[in-house]
């Protein structure tokens, strides 16, 4: 008898997470690859591609027993094409990752934000389904929003709905209109409070976190 598998990606600035999901919805094995944005789109494709052969490989799954392959993208992607207008943290803009990776598989690929994907994991699994109307925020290497109005995902007319890491504000959170380089994420990510904790320990700060060798292995 075949089995029936989904393979989910997350897409992270830093790393790539693979899961092999069985057909009753559980994760049977999961993979961790680094994200390679050194060598570009070339470089982060051939890393999915390696992700999904190796979870595959370790499991013997074959392509067949794969159901679908779900991508979840940090940045503005359109999920009926798998175009990517803007992936900041990734270095990418203009870019059909869809296209590119139906040339190593023939399995079906949902593309799709990373962040509405989490909330429908959380809409799905953790809140009421009837739960219908709600924000969800991601903090990591950047800031993400997803926005949920009447059960679905609102992804506003040019998918950027709930980029909430892109307002510009400042420290304090208040709203600016003109300073393109202070944004939520710039200030609040993961990213920018490990810049700020080595900043602060460079100039010689007290703090209990001069016991690890860098402030990010705690965060």
Known sequence: MTKNFIISIDLGGTKILSALINSANKIVAKEKISTDIMNGKEGLIKAIVESVKKIMSDNEVSEREIKAICLGVPGTVNPYTGLISSAPNLGIKNFNI???????????????????????GI????????????????????????????????RGSSFFAGEIGHMKVNSKGNLLS???????ETIASRTAIVRDIKKELNKGKKSVLKEYKSPKKIL
Not at 132 to 150: R, S
Not at 178 to 184: A, E, G, I, L, P
């Open 98 to 120: 869809k296209e590119a990776l139906l040339k190593y598989f023939s399995i079906p690929l949902l593309i799709e934000n990373d962040v509405n994907l989490a909330g429908l």
């Open 123 to 154: 809409k799905n699994f953790e809140f009421n389904k009837d739960t219908n109307n709600m924000l969800v925020v991601f903090v990591g290497t950047g800031i993400g929003g997803a926005l949920f109005f009447e059960g679905k995902i609102y």
């Open 178 to 184: 003109k300073d393109k380089n202070s944004t939520f």
